[in-house]
């Protein structure tokens, strides 16, 4: 599944100044690690936000916003953001920044 390469070119901009973002295939997208752990991400033409659980239903109502429901099932603390979320780079900025405000709260996923 091919994702979005000028999403990723924007959200690499929004982190090019950290020093701990690596990149990763995941969700049959991109995935940007910050500190090892999941951040953001992008599936196909989509944001894929990691979030606060405790209060990222208070940004459900924002332009392009929608539950991530990846299994079927909803993912508390994770929202798919389409285009008309993010169509100009302070919105972007906005998601990425939630994200990374989220990042050292967030747990890494355990090493298989």
């Known amino acids: 599944m091919a994702f979005n390469d000028a999403l990723s070119d924007k959200v690499r901009e929004?982190?090019?100044d950290r020093d701990d973002v690596t990149e990763m295939k995941m969700f049959g997208g991109l995935c940007f690690m910050v500190d090892k752990k999941m951040c953001i991400g992008i599936v196909k033409d989509e944001l894929m936000c990691r979030l606060n659980p405790e209060t990222y239903e208070s940004v459900l109502d924002r332009p392009g916003c929608?539950?991530?429901?990846?299994?079927?099932?909803?993912?508390?603390g994770f929202v798919y953001v389409d285009e008309s979320g993010f169509n100009s780079q302070k919105d972007l900025a906005f998601w990425v920044d939630l994200c990374l405000e989220f990042n050292p709260l967030a747990k890494a996923s355990k090493k298989k």
């Open 14 to 16: 929004l982190l090019a």
């Open 66 to 76: 929608r539950e991530m429901d990846f299994t079927g099932k909803r993912m508390k």
